[in-house]
T-cell receptor, first 113, second 118 residues
Framework: DQQVKQNSPSLSVQEGRISILNCDYT??????FLWYKKYPAEGPTFLIS?????DKNEDGRFTVFLNKSAKHLSLHIVPSQPGDSAVYFC????????????FGRGTSLIVHP | NAGVTQTPKFQVLKTGQSMTLQCAQD?????MYWYRQDPGMGLRLIYY???????DKGEVPNGYNVSRLNKREFSLRLESAAPSQTSVYFC?????????????????FGPGTRLTVL
């Protein structure tokens, strides 16, 4: 049973437009959420995170929104660039638990020039 | 700093052969992890080591063993490889958790080992 779900396997966006990647979770004990970016033939790299005490965290072109009541988070990339084309993994963990994140299956983002 | 390094980058095995995947980190991190990534399956945790001297099973430990050789190194062993173990393997590390509202559990990943079992 997936505790972290990324229901869109792929997303295609035009350069300069907004990319919105979604993630849903089922475990109400999750209180820390992360996004990782992965290029082909490389390991994932940390992108941005958010604690459950916040509902928004921004870092340059990347913003993560958290809706705890809906158990939903989203990653917004504005404006999207061709170099953003990658697989994005959503992950969630519980501070009071093992703190090891549970990963979603990933969304492949393609940004067209 | 090299970060997290993994060897080898590629490996082809025959069913029943054994091999060890090596991982090392130079960031003085306490915790280390082994994941496998399969198409459409995301990253699944095989084993982890919360600190030197300890190891624990993750989500998919069957068919694997691990050794936390020292603080820097964490190896993954396949004793008798099976085609179902064809995958890309990633090693990762994290500093010891330091607090709630921080990136205490941001993981640093190695470049991966692509393993094919025939």
């Amino acid at each position: 049973d997936q505790q972290v779900k990324q229901n869109s396997p792929s997303l295609s966006v035009q350069e300069g437009r907004i990319s919105i990647l979604n993630c849903d979770y089922t475990n109400s004990m999750f209180d820390y959420f992360l996004w990782y970016k992965k290029y082909p033939a490389e390991g994932p790299t940390f992108l941005i995170s958010i604690s459950s005490i916040k509902d928004k965290n921004e870092d340059g072109r990347f913003t993560v929104f958290l809706n705890k009541s809906a158990k939903h988070l989203s990653l917004h990339i504005v404006p999207s660039q061709p170099g953003d084309s990658a697989v994005y993994f959503c992950a969630a963990s519980e501070a009071g638990g093992s703190y090891i994140p549970t990963f979603g299956r990933g969304t492949s983002l393609i940004v067209h020039p | 700093n090299a970060g997290v390094t993994q060897t080898p980058k590629f490996q082809v095995l025959k069913t029943g052969q054994s091999m060890t995947l090596q991982c090392a980190q130079d960031m003085n991190h306490n915790s280390m992890y082994w994941y496998r990534q399969d198409p459409g399956m995301g990253l699944r945790l095989i084993y982890y080591s919360a600190s030197e001297g300890t190891t624990d099973k993750g989500e998919v430990p069957n068919g694997y063993n691990v050794s936390r050789l020292n603080k820097r190194e964490f190896s993954l062993r396949l004793e008798s490889a099976a085609p179902s173990q064809t995958s890309v393997y990633f090693c990762a590390s994290t500093p010891f958790p330091t607090g709630r509202d921080s990136s205490y559990n941001e993981q640093f990943f190695g470049p991966g080992t692509r393993l094919t079992v025939l």
